[in-house]
């Protein structure tokens, strides 16, 4: 029966790490049709339940928990921060802080990454499919939104999504810099500009990666048009803090890449570019293009409050909001899931302020302690090729998350986490698992 359901389940995990850069296209897409937009959207949620049952009865039944391996405590953080993440959210419900649906929609984008990561440590841990395989699960959907992407840019109208069922009650088929309707913001088949930004700062990565492994002319040449227009898409989504970690995750890739003699080099030259931008930000800071794309502080906007303003007076309310309850309001009560409460939503555009306000200062320790353990067992296992990408990509999408509320985003958590726990299936447990099969 085992057997049965690793060889079943590495599909299912495939499947879901396939199409989730397609998820909001596909479900808002098929809402058109026949409705039930919530449902629908919560197509993976029921997968990840389906898979998650069966395997803790397995667990129970062939690992011996005194045999935990070094790496042991990512498995404690994991089980305490879901601990704490419901008995908060419980608390907040019975004391009417949160309504039921924010508790249930919060819970579900705070812990299904984390949940699903376990499901693939466990998985891959067993068979050898997902670890085989996993750079065609990352690169060709990967390549798709970046070819739609182009397609959006230079060929299709800016409101062609609404044939799709984009529209106010879905998601708004296009977005722009600032309500200025001359920058259009691209966000292919992503819920949006911002998201599209943060998922290729796990595409570009690998795709430069595989450029600089490539030995024939011909694959250089694929590779770096793939590159190329990967930095299109990316510059068309006009995300700032992106673009930021984009720099960052490079910068660490192409360091870990060269050898010792070349590092200094490459410290210097990373150097001069960021020095190089800064200045050419300064001296045409009053350019109307840097102003519209880079700044946002055009005088041509059409916003009434500019997003700098946004950003500011958010990350300054969810301070205080820290400082006044340091324990956590309640899981929903803070970030996307707080718009389905009965009181004004708190949107601090900082993931980890979000989670600070939702389960306190601890909750925040735990789920840091969680990446810092993630990030430490990829960088010491850097010799993978899967595991060099995602501690780089960790890097830039941290930063980003500074700025916005990007894990708390299906699409990239659910990838991001999934392939992680396929990088580490190896590193996380012993070898008390059977069986394996291929």
Known sequence: MN????????????????????????????????????????WKEILILTLLLPCL?????????????????????????VLLSLVIGLIAYITHNVSLKA???????NLRYIIFFWLCVYISKNTSWLKANWL??????????????????????????????????????FQTVDSNINYIRLQSTLRGANLLGVYLIIIIPAIFYKLY?????????????????????????????????????????????????????????????????????????????????????????KSVVSSNHNHASSTSTGLRDVVHQPLGRGVGTAGPASLYNNHPARIAENYYLQITQEV???????????????????????????SLILIVSLAGISFVNLLSHAWAD????????????IALSS????????PKIK
């Open 136 to 173: 065609s699960f990352l690169i060709i959907p990967g390549l798709i939104v970046i070819i739609f992407g182009l397609l959006q840019h230079y060929l299709l109208p800016a409101d062609f999504l609404i044939h799709f069922g984009y529209g106010s009650s879905t998601i708004v088929p």
């Open 213 to 301: 492994k490539s030995k024939k002319i011909a694959n250089r040449i694929l590779w770096g048009l793939s590159f190329l227009s990967s930095l299109i898409v990316m510059y068309y989504s006009y995300s700032r803090s992106s673009y930021i970690g984009l720099f960052i995750t490079l910068s660490i890739l192409v360091w870990l890449l060269g050898s010792h003699k070349y590092r200094k080099i490459i410290l210097i030259g990373s150097s001069l570019i960021l020095l190089l931008s800064v200045g050419a930000f300064i001296i045409f800071r009053n350019n109307q293009t840097i102003q519209d794309t880079f700044l946002h502080t055009s005088s041509n906007s």
């Open 427 to 434: 590193k996380v447990f012993d070898d008390s698992f059977r």
């Open 3 to 42: 057997k049965i359901f690793l060889r079943s389940s590495q599909y299912i995990i495939a499947f879901i790490l396939v199409i989730m850069p397609f998820h909001a296209f596909l479900t808002v897409w098929m809402n058109s049709f026949i409705g039930h937009y919530t449902i629908i959207r919560l």
């Open 103 to 109: 508790l249930g929609y919060g819970l579900d984008i």
């Open 360 to 386: 306190g200062i601890i909750g925040l320790m735990l789920f840091v302690g969680i990446l810092a353990v993630i990030a430490v067992s990829l960088y010491i296992n850097r010799q993978d090729s899967l």
């Open 57 to 81: 009865f397995f667990l129970s039944l062939k690992y011996n928990l005194k045999k935990l391996s070094k790496t042991s405590i990512l498995i404690y953080l994991s089980i305490v921060y």
């Open 410 to 421: 299906d699409t990239l958590s659910i990838v991001w986490f999934g392939f992680a726990g």
